[in-house]
């Protein structure tokens, strides 16, 4: 199917809805199906809902804010408290599955106080292939993914976005705070800020694709195979290894396999994913 029949696929599974509520993050999907659905549905017939929490990072809120007002969307502002669930601070495989459940149920709420009739949210066709324990939320709360639905890859939704002007078109994923703190490690507040201001850091030194990974004491930085040798250098491994010890970590390495999405699952098992998905 050409990426024209996919998008009016998704126009029609839109269309079908009604008013909805897209479960919103400011990221290159949720941005791509809010556009979508204002197109659709017209703006009155759409609220875009962003959970607030110490998992999203301070600089996606805004441009989350920014993109939503770009687009013309009326925004629903609600205070996720995940970080107050055992089962997601616990930090077990199924974390995703809790907080996806949260946000979900945030929306659900909100739709219904809006007397709105579905809560829609941005996973593509390629989040099946993925290890997503989000996904297991959607379906048990009810949440519907036309981007999913219309078979829309990343690569179709960034294109689409490009055509449209969107700011997120190019925009590198970036998921939530909480994925970069390896399974087991506890979830607190102070461990999401320690992320946060590092990867900020890092963000300013220029590097555009990579993570910090939290393994308690050590804070393993994963970038692009063709910024590893910047990141390596002398001048630049002495300012990161400076702020990252500063924000409270004994030990920095870098990872010479390069970033991943995703990497911290790698030590799961397929039992372990499969138990989950």
Request: glycine letters at 8%.
């Amino acid at each position: 199917m050409c990426i024209d029949s996919k998008y009016e696929c998704l126009r029609g599974i839109l269309g079908s809805l009604g008013r909805v509520v897209v479960a919103y993050s400011g990221g290159v999907d949720s941005t791509f199906l809010l556009r979508a659905c204002i197109e659709e549905l017209g703006a009155e017939n759409v609220i875009a809902c962003i959970a607030v929490s110490e998992s999203l990072a301070g600089s996606q809120y805004k441009c989350a804010i920014d993109n939503a007002g770009q687009i013309g969307a009326v925004l629903k502002e609600v205070r996720a408290h995940e970080l107050s669930d055992e089962k997601y601070s616990v930090n077990k495989a199924d974390r995703c599955f809790h907080c996806k459940s949260h946000l979900y149920g945030l929306c659900v709420d909100a739709a219904k106080d809006a007397d709105f009739e579905h809560v829609v949210c941005g996973s593509n066709f390629e989040d099946m292939d993925d290890y997503r324990p989000g996904n297991r939320a959607a379906a048990v709360i009810g949440v519907r993914a036309p981007l999913m639905e219309a078979k829309m890859t990343k690569a179709d939704i960034r294109k689409l976005s490009r055509r449209f002007g969107l700011a997120t078109a190019d925009v590198p994923a970036s998921p939530c705070l909480a994925s970069r703190i390896s399974y087991g490690l506890a979830v607190t507040a102070e461990r999401l800020k320690q992320v946060e201001e590092a990867e900020d850091f890092i963000r300013g030194l220029g590097f555009i694709e990579f993570r910090v990974r939290h393994h308690d004491q050590l804070a393993r930085v994963e970038v692009c195979q063709k910024d590893i040798e910047r990141m390596a250098g002398k001048k630049v491994r002495g300012l990161v290894t400076e702020k990252l010890r500063s924000l409270g970590f004994k030990y920095i390495a870098l990872d010479m396999l390069g970033f991943r999405s995703g990497a911290l699952n790698e030590v799961l098992s397929e039992d372990e994913k499969n138990k989950h998905v």
